[in-house]
Nanobody, 127 residues
């Protein structure tokens, strides 16, 4: 069993930055894919990015602005968000799934791939 807990959300002005954290506990290891998803108000959950054995992979909407990293010693994954826009306003969730090395990163853009989810943290970007 894996438990995930996000933190770091808040209110920020457009153009600003925030760093979200996802602390993992339980049966975690670097062999898990860690994903970030978000759900804007009134919309469906959408893919943000992942980190896995082969590196990172991002949605086009955040590429060049968001960066995912992990600290295996702390069992924590980070989402650094720069140049934030009003359209980045959403609840942000981290998720975990065992990494199948033969599968491409695109496989992990699907939220149904993930076994474990955090409770989410709210990010609000004011314009």
């Amino acid at each position: 069993q894996v438990q995930l807990a996000e933190s770091g959300g808040g209110l920020v002005q457009a153009g600003g930055s925030l760093r979200l954290s996802c602390a993992a506990s339980g049966r975690t290891s670097s062999s898990y894919v860690m994903g970030w998803f978000r759900q804007p108000p009134g919309k469906e959950r959408e893919f943000v990015g992942i980190i896995r054995w082969s590196g990172t992979y991002y949605a086009d909407s955040v590429k060049g602005r968001f960066t995912i990293s992990r600290d295996n010693a702390k069992n924590t994954v980070y989402l650094q968000m720069n140049s934030l826009k009003a359209e980045d306003t959403a609840s942000y969730y981290c998720a975990a799934a065992p990494d199948t090395y033969s599968l491409g990163s695109y496989h992990y853009t699907d939220s149904t791939t993930y076994n474990y989810w955090g409770q989410g943290t709210q990010v609000t970007v004011s314009s």
